[in-house]
């Protein structure tokens, strides 16, 4: 099975060029691994057989959206989860979700929260069936952090915010 040999774990960092050899995106990744530096973050990369499957980052700064800040004050949040495409449905997401989850309750925190775009059916499904709810606020006007020529690029993007409650425990679902 292949959730048999998954680890899933903070990157440490030389193992950069492995992720971004998996994902692209290495101002991403590399912003993100300098603000794990400064704990203000964890990069969660997910390893099969020693290649690198999937990861997720948990930011731990406040939100830079006044909606979050507001209705959500100092809750982490998820954000870029990503499997390599030949392995999507195979529960790696789930992993990385339920070891953000962990990350996030072993510093205290009760909520976790994430936006998805309005056309991420997929997403949608993944978190609602992890336990994730969407917020009683509406959408939200977020941006999606692109990197062009080095240089920070905000995209707009509306958003679903969802949030789930990690001190409740989800009752086990049988596949």
């Given at each position: 099975m ?11 960092g ?34 099969l ?6 990861c997720?980052y948990v ?6 959206e ?5 209705h ?21 997401g789930?992993?990385l979700v339920r070891?953000?989850e962990q990350?996030?309750?072993e ?19 993944l978190y ?11 959408l ?12 920070e690029?905000?995209e ?12 409740q425990e989800?009752?086990l679902?049988?596949?």
């Amino acid at each position: 099975m292949l959730s048999d040999h998954l680890e899933v774990r903070p990157a440490i960092g030389r193992e950069l060029d492995l992720v971004v050899a998996a994902f692209g995106d290495a101002s991403f990744f590399a912003e993100r691994m300098a603000r794990q530096a400064e704990d203000n973050g964890v990069l969660l990369v997910a390893w099969l057989h020693g290649e690198v499957v999937g990861c997720v980052y948990v930011w731990f700064e406040d939100a830079e959206e006044a909606e979050l800040r507001k209705h959500l004050p100092g809750v982490p949040l998820l954000n870029r989860l990503r499997v390599v495409e030949r392995l999507r449905n195979q529960r790696i997401g789930t992993a990385l979700v339920r070891a953000a989850e962990q990350v996030v309750r072993e510093r205290g925190h009760a909520q976790l929260a994430l936006g998805i775009g309005l056309d991420n059916a997929g997403a949608e499904r993944l978190y609602l069936r992890l336990g994730f709810a969407e917020w009683p606020h509406g959408l939200v006007d977020t941006f999606y952090m692109v990197f062009k020529d080095e240089r920070e690029v905000r995209e707009p993007e509306l958003c679903r915010i969802l949030v789930k409650e990690l001190n409740q425990e989800m009752p086990l679902k049988r596949d």
